[in-house]
């Protein structure tokens, strides 16, 4: 016989908390985790610049965009089933909610399993399809197969981040995030400048880290301690396609924003060779940064919005969403001061001995590509709002145009400038998506 569920005191304070505390009470423990989280990205980029030097570094960067595609399919399920949980809950359909939950769970290990193999078996054959060649192209296939290989397990670290979240406990969260950047850290330190492990230390450390925090993350639930628990699963179709269509633009924004990555990667191999490449790898650094902490601080208010949102509660959503704007423009505006004014320092972070032209054009590029967050903010946002109340058509519009169709487009009007048009692209985007997201929650008003 299932046991009973009660509403925990955290799903409680959903509806009851001002908006103001509640988001505060939800953005900075998931703010915490994600610096936490960004931290150990930049430290991760650091020894590998640092200790391996500038081809090793050139290497992760180029191997990255096909790591996210590896983590894509676990955010698509975890991310599209974090919202009909979330939904579920504040409907008090909380059967539903487990099974849903269960579901999830199963097809994120699965498809972990079917990647991972699929990406270590093309690892080598998709360097060479970038251009890259030799030392560069065996470096950075040797970095993709470690996550490949491990990928059954990491994957599902972030889902249950999400889970976590919906469950009230963001504190748990934060400290698994917390001991997941140490954890990783110290490991990388250790297999790169001890052991001299090479490339793929680095991947191994970051693998091993997500794989302690997935298994405590998971012992929770396991023993019937959370809001959310296990049960024998009841998959149907209706329930697959409700996790499909709420974690598409998510899903659609991880693996678009990657080609995009992929083709930048390409055109930077023929313009500007590695040093072009390692550029981009900065930048995309400090956009790991920056997005981590709107990641942190705005998803992390996502459970709520979505269970307020469920309870009917439509006054509670617009204020708490009100907040949400109003954190992210302020947070953006700032961190894109910080890049503007200081990207001698960010370069010589990474790679402390580069060459005087390749310092100037990091440092042009880096205050081209801080303007960026005058405007990303608002998209990101948008499509995080509409993402919580279950509105995934505008939210996957968004998150397409945002990471594929702008930049394609952008990619190939700005050609003739070269470099340079590469740089200017990401201000530009993020500008015509701020006019997108403007126009979807006008008509989003306009129905009511």
């Known amino acids: 016989m299932a046991e009973p569920h009660t509403q925990s005191n955290e799903l409680a304070f959903f509806t009851s908390a001002k ?3 509640l988001f505060f009470r939800m953005a900075l423990p998931g703010a915490v985790s994600m610096v936490a989280s960004v931290l150990y990205q930049f430290l991760d980029g650091i020894f590998v610049g640092r200790i391996l030097g500038a081809e090793a570094f050139a290497a992760l960067n180029l191997a990255f965009p096909f790591v996210i595609i590896n983590f894509a399919i676990a955010d698509l ?7 009909p949980i979330s939904i579920c809950l504040g409907r008090q359909e909380n059967a539903e ?3 849903i939950f269960s579901c999830a769970c199963i097809l994120i290990v699965a498809s972990g399993a079917v990647l991972g193999a699929a990406l270590y078996a093309g690892a080598p054959l998709f360097m060479r399809l970038l251009g890259a060649e030799g030392g560069f192209a065996a470096r950075a296939a040797e970095y993709l197969r470690v996550y490949a290989l491990c990928s059954p397990v990491t994957t599902i670290v972030f889902a249950m981040d999400n889970y976590l979240k919906i469950c009230g406990r963001v504190k748990t969260s934060m400290a698994l995030n917390i001991v997941m950047s140490f954890l990783g850290a110290g490991l990388e330190f250790l297999f790169l400048f001890v052991f ?5 230390g680095a991947a191994a450390a970051t693998c091993l880290s997500m794989m302690v925090c997935a298994v405590l993350a998971v012992i929770p639930f396991a023993r019937r301690k959370m809001q959310l628990r296990f049960r024998l699963p009841h998959f149907s179709r209706r329930i697959v396609a409700r996790i499909l269509s709420c974690g598409t633009p998510t899903f659609l924004s991880n693996i678009s924003g990657r080609i995009t990555s992929i083709l930048m990667n390409l055109l930077l191999v023929r313009l500007g060779g590695a040093p072009a490449v390692s550029i981009y790898g900065m930048l995309m650094y400090a956009d790991g ?3 981590s902490l709107l990641y942190g601080s705005i998803d992390s208010v996502q459970p709520a919005v979505g269970y307020n949102y469920g309870a009917g509660r439509r006054d509670r959503v617009r204020a708490i969403e009100a907040c949400c704007f109003t ?7 700032v961190l894109a001061a910080v890049l503007f004014l200081f990207p001698e320092a960010i370069t010589a972070l990474f790679l402390e001995d580069a060459a005087g032209a390749f310092r100037a054009e990091a440092a042009a590029a880096m205050r081209i590509f801080s303007l960026t967050y005058l405007s990303r903010w608002f998209s990101f946002t948008t499509q995080s709002y509409m993402l919580a ?3 995934s058509a505008p939210a996957s519009g968004i998150s397409v145009a945002t990471a594929f169709v702008f930049p394609v487009i952008l990619l190939a009007a700005f050609y003739p400038a070269g470099l340079t048009g590469i740089w200017l692209n990401f201000p530009s985007t993020a500008f015509l998506a701020a006019l997108l997201s403007a126009a979807v929650l006008i008509r989003e008003r306009r129905r009511g």
């Open 97 to 99: 909610a487990d099974n």
């Open 289 to 291: 940064f920056v997005i």
């Open 196 to 200: 001299g492990t090479g490339i793929w």
């Open 327 to 333: 954190a992210a423009g302020v947070l953006s505006v």
């Open 19 to 21: 908006p103001v505390r």
């Open 389 to 391: 109340i279950g509105k």
């Open 77 to 83: 399920v975890g991310v599209g089933s974090a919202v």
